[in-house]
């Protein structure tokens, strides 16, 4: 079983930035790939970023060139840096892992940009 919480959710003004960080609860980065969805009010939860084992990245088309997916094995936490924040990226942000036997979501972190 693995735990993953998120933080670093908040309010802020359009242009601004914030960056959001996902704690596994153990050591799981060595086999996981990792990701950042998101849901708007009303709307599918997206795929945001991932990051994969060898550490390649992609973005959706929305977010790339804005936000930057990271991790640190250290203390088993991955990051979405989130610049030129825009009112559509407000959101409810969700960790997530997918290990070969089984997949993992966090409980979600609230992000609000407002213009």
């Known amino acids: 079983q693995v735990q993953l919480v998120e933080s670093g959710g908040g309010l802020v003004q359009a242009g601004g930035s914030l960056r959001l960080s996902c704690a596994a609860s153990?050591?799981?980065?060595?086999?996981?790939?990792m990701g950042w969805y998101r849901q708007a009010p009303g709307k599918q939860r997206e795929v945001v970023a991932a990051?994969?084992?060898?550490?390649?990245?992609n973005y959706a088309d929305s977010v790339n060139g804005r936000f930057t997916i990271s991790r640190d094995n250290a203390p088993n936490t991955v990051y979405l840096q989130m610049n030129s924040l825009k009112p559509e990226d407000t959101a409810v942000y969700y960790c997530h892992a997918v290990l070969p036997i089984a997949t993992y979501w966090g409980q979600g972190t609230q992000v609000t940009v407002y213009s």
């Open positions: 990051i994969a084992r060898d550490d390649s990245t």
């Open positions: 153990r050591s799981i980065f060595s086999i996981a790939a």
